[in-house]
């Protein structure tokens, strides 16, 4: 889930993980326990995984286990918990706009899949190709990585070739660097200030990313300063995952204790 993300227009953020090491200051642990417990809600359920693909309504998918979860709202589902199994079984997933659910696995012939919505068995189509990340925009926004190679889908998943390779960024060689995607020329990625382990995109205001447990927000600051501020985690402590909604709504698990929390603040 390195690279889980709801909706994933211009500018892409992307985190490639080359060698050194390049982090931020670490924050003060300044903030305290009520703040904490204010801003995160914690919601019944555990997850490894999760994604936030939410534009109006809550889109958010998860996965432990690598069985599949969607939230179903608070007091929606019948079996009293806000999680409905969906059939399949996946080894990372990722939601965008317009309910446009990929996934992906390690270890059939087939490793891409597409969310086809119906109440079959099998609600999953095969897409062709490989990847070794997966991170859906929306349906003709879907970016993936494969053996540090980045491939980018806008056909929905259609047809023997769907994946299109993107030029990586060049001449920066460190690792937990932070690239957004500007779209022109043949380097189209410009450096982010700071560094993060996991990041996740819901638009281009709402960016945030982990580091060393440490949630992170971008604020949207020039290049050259900082852009991030920390964000106080939940109760628990931290996260090891993390799902950003185009619409700003944030989720988060700690696959040690497998806690799911809604972020709660603006
Ligand atoms: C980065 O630099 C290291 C040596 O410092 C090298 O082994 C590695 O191949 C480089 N990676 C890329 C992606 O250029
Ligand atoms: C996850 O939860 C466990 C147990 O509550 C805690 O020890 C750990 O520090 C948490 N992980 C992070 C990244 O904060």
Not at 66 to 78: A, L
Request: contains cysteine.
């Amino acid at each position: 889930m390195r690279y889980s993300t709801g909706y994933l227009l211009y500018p892409l953020f992307l985190s490639l993980n080359f060698v050194s090491s390049f982090g931020f200051p670490h924050a003060t642990p300044a903030e305290n326990i009520l703040k904490r417990q204010a801003t995160w809600n914690r919601i019944p359920g555990g997850l490894q995984f999760i994604t936030d693909g939410s534009e109006a309504s809550t889109v958010v998918w998860g996965l432990v286990d690598s069985k599949i979860y969607r939230y179903t709202g608070p007091f929606s589902n019948p079996n009293g918990s806000p999680w409905l199994q969906i059939p399949g079984a996946l080894s990372q997933i990722s939601a965008g706009a317009g309910s446009s659910i990929w996934g992906l696995t390690s270890d059939s012939d087939t490793l891409i899949w597409r969310y086809t919505g119906d109440n079959s068995a099998s609600p999953w189509a095969p897409v062709s190709g490989a990847l070794d990340s997966i991170s859906v925009g929306r349906a003709d926004n879907v970016w993936g990585v494969f053996e540090g190679g980045i491939w980018r889908c806008t056909n929905g998943g259609s047809g023997a070739a769907p994946w299109v390779q993107i030029p990586g960024p060049t001449g920066v060689n460190l690792s937990q660097r932070i690239w957004r995607y500007t779209g022109t020329g043949s380097s189209p990625w410009a450096s982010v200030s700071g560094g993060l382990d996991l990041i996740s995109v819901g638009s281009s205001t709402n960016v945030w990313g982990l580091f060393r447990g440490g949630i992170w927000r971008y604020t949207g600051g020039p290049d050259g300063s900082n852009p991030w501020i920390p964000i106080a985690g939940p109760a628990s402590g931290g996260l090891t995952d993390l799902g950003v909604g185009s619409d700003g709504s944030v989720w988060g698990v700690n696959s040690t204790d497998q806690s799911i929390w809604q972020w709660t603040g603006n």
